[in-house]
């Protein structure tokens, strides 16, 4: 312990920056504890798909979704999802699967709608990447 207040009064600003580090890591850490959304493998995202009729929202732009999606999903770019919150409502009482590219944004998007109301959110890790790195079928319009 001696030595760690030695190494900050040597070097003032690497033990900031460490500690920013730390800081930011465990809100991150704790951020995600507290979301309530889950993320789900490509395997659990299909087990929920077929046993709990769960809705699949792809969030990628409708080039990309025309390019391949999950089958069944329903089209929403993630700078429309604010607008169309209302469109979702009828899957309210069914999970809810968000897929993005790579599964950045549809975090933010669980967020959102856990906000709206909707309790079983989920977001698909690794996004449709991850989906198609499992050689899972992709439906094309």
């Known amino acids: ?9 040597n070097h003032p600003f690497l033990g900031t ?4 580090f730390a800081l930011l890591l465990l809100v991150s850490i704790l951020k995600t504890a507290t979301s309530g959304s889950k993320a789900l493998t490509p ?7 077929n046993k709990e009729d769960a809705q ?11 390019k391949g999606h999950i089958h069944g999903s329903v089209n929403i770019p993630f700078t429309k999802l604010k607008d169309s919150v209302k469109d979702l409502e009828k899957y309210k009482q069914n999970p809810i699967i968000m897929v993005c590219n790579t599964g950045m944004q549809a975090g933010s998007a669980t967020i959102l709608l856990r906000k709206h109301g909707f309790e079983q959110v ?5 996004g449709i990447q991850s989906w198609s790195g499992d050689n899972l079928p992709l439906a094309k319009k």
């Open 1 to 9: 312990m001696e030595q760690l207040f030695e190494f900050f009064g």
């Open 56 to 66: 699949v929202v792809d969030l990628r732009a409708v080039a990309d979704f025309n």
């Open 122 to 126: 989920h977001k698909l890790k690794g």
């Open 43 to 49: 395997l659990m995202a299909t087990q929920l798909i």
């Open 17 to 20: 920056a460490w500690l920013a």
